[in-house]
């Protein structure tokens, strides 16, 4: 590290005025590293397995700590190479697996700027305009929720799984004095819910058959009648394997019945509210109490981007927590706003700032193209799935994911297509369990997930022409 007569280290800092010029620089290194990385990758997925995407990661980074730094420049080049290199890309149409969508360019160019500001969002003085930018959007993406709300808002968050602890935990708190809250859950919701009421010291949840791959009214009515005291019910808006949809209003209509809490897990499908012609699908979620938005899924934001919104903020009440550090007493009643009730973290990022500069970017049109066009294109694969003699397709998709494998193929046969589709670096599917509306057996399937806007018919016909060769092997 250069040090200068006064021992004070010159090493450059992103912030200031003198930031952007000591970025410029470091910024082209950074672009051409990753434009070589991904013409080295040459496909959507580093070909050879685990050992060899290892194997080259060491050549890069070792030795991890040298005596004598290799220089700014150098460090990037190797390393941001390396991991374009054996990265999974979600801008290639033929990585398909997860809810893993490429970011668009205009997001990841706002979370630069939020990077080089580095706003912690703990406290006011730490981050005095994120903080008024993250209040007008969580109360705007609430609003979007919760339109007749008395007045809406939302938490940031590092995504599903945390957005629905956090709906869990305020459901235990707001019903402390009754005992503790009992979850009723289908077998399609997301995992974390489980696992939230584990974290949280809560009964182990209530989880219903859904042979069908939703949450029955009917089940659930007869579930409720059985149970006392506080319940919590979790809907899915957008299931992790096929997309799909609970009844929400049938199951709002249900809980309403029964005096229980609903949360809606709207991770995946959440961003149909922007589309005109597909809102009408999340039909009974503004009858939510909480709802879980992930924006770094159908939202096209760097990771992370997470939401949990609530109708009325004083739901948001039993966050509140007192650090005289961050939120002295008389800082508060002096105006100055209180942060810390706004998240279980304490540091953390201004995640909302890529959320803002995309939605004023893109507005409504712009999402609703985006969102429609990865439906439609889901849309597409099955209608070429269908009309493949050597391949069965689950069910038509209802958002941008579906389930197909090829006829006749056992379960170990599906599971070795698809990793030997990784292993050759050539396409990346998603694999899921689901029954067989044929025969009513379990089965294994592969998974694509459509979440590249930039899709076109031809890539999803190389793509199905590349499991049809993998298949034949």
């Known amino acids: 590290m250069p040090m200068p007569p006064d021992g004070t280290p010159t090493t450059p800092l992103a912030g200031g005025t003198d930031g952007p010029r000591q970025l410029r620089p470091l910024l082209d290194t950074v672009l051409e590293a990753l434009a070589d990385g991904a013409a080295a990758r040459g496909g959507p997925f580093p070909a050879g397995g685990p050992e060899a995407v290892t194997h080259r990661l060491r050549v890069a980074a070792e030795p991890l700590i040298p005596e004598t ?28 697996a997860h809810l893993h969508g490429p970011p668009l360019a205009v997001a ?25 930018l993250e209040q007008l959007v969580c109360r705007g993406l609430a609003t979007e929720v919760f339109p007749h709300g008395t007045a809406p808002d939302a938490l940031v968050t590092t995504g599903g799984t945390e957005s629905n602890q956090i709906a869990i935990l305020l459901a235990r708190e707001l019903s402390r004095d009754q005992g503790p809250v009992q979850i009723v859950c289908g077998n399609n919701a997301h995992h ?73 897990d709207a991770s995946y499908g959440g961003p149909l509210l922007f589309s005109h012609t597909l809102h009408n699908r999340l039909d009974g979620l503004a009858r939510a109490d909480s709802v879980t938005l992930d924006l770094h899924k159908m939202g096209w934001q760097p990771i992370a981007a997470g939401f949990l919104a609530v109708p009325d903020t004083h739901a948001l009440a039993p966050l509140g927590h007192h650090a005289d550090y961050l939120n002295a007493d008389d800082d508060t009643e002096a105006g100055i706003p209180d942060l810390l009730g706004r998240s279980l973290r304490t540091t953390r990022r201004p995640d909302v700032v890529k959320v803002a500069v995309t939605l004023r970017a893109l507005g409504r049109t712009g999402l609703a193209a985006l969102v429609e066009h990865t439906c439609a294109a889901a849309q597409r694969l099955a209608d070429l799935v269908e009309a493949h003699p050597d391949f069965q397709l689950y069910e038509r998709p209802t958002l941008s994911s579906l389930l197909f494998r090829p006829e006749g193929a056992s379960d170990e046969r599906v599971a070795e297509i698809r990793r030997g589709l990784l292993t050759d670096g050539r396409a990346v599917l998603g694999r899921a369990h689901a029954t067989d509306h044929r025969d009513g057996t379990r089965r294994l399937w592969l998974k694509a997930t459509v979440l590249n806007p930039h899709t076109r018919p031809a890539d999803l016909e190389a793509l199905l022409k590349i499991v049809e060769g993998s298949a034949a092997r």
């Open 192 to 264: 974390s819910i489980r696992r939230g009421a584990w974290l949280l010291g809560l009964p182990e949840p209530v989880t219903l058959p859904t042979p069908a791959g939703l949450l029955s009214p009917a089940a659930l009515d007869s579930a409720l009648a059985a149970l006392r005291g506080p319940v919590l019910v979790t809907a899915t808006a957008g299931t992790t394997d096929t997309g799909e949809i609970d009844p929400l209003p049938q199951l709002a209509d249900v809980c309403a019945a029964h005096s229980a809490r609903l949360h809606v």
């Open 69 to 96: 730094g290799i220089g700014s420049h150098a460090a990037l080049r190797t390393l941001v190479h390396a991991l374009a290199e054996g990265a999974a890309d979600p801008a290639d149409p033929r990585c398909a």
């Open 108 to 132: 990841t160019a706002a979370d630069l700027a939020a990077s080089a500001l580095n706003p912690s969002m703990d406290s006011w003085d730490q981050a005095p305009a994120a903080s008024a």
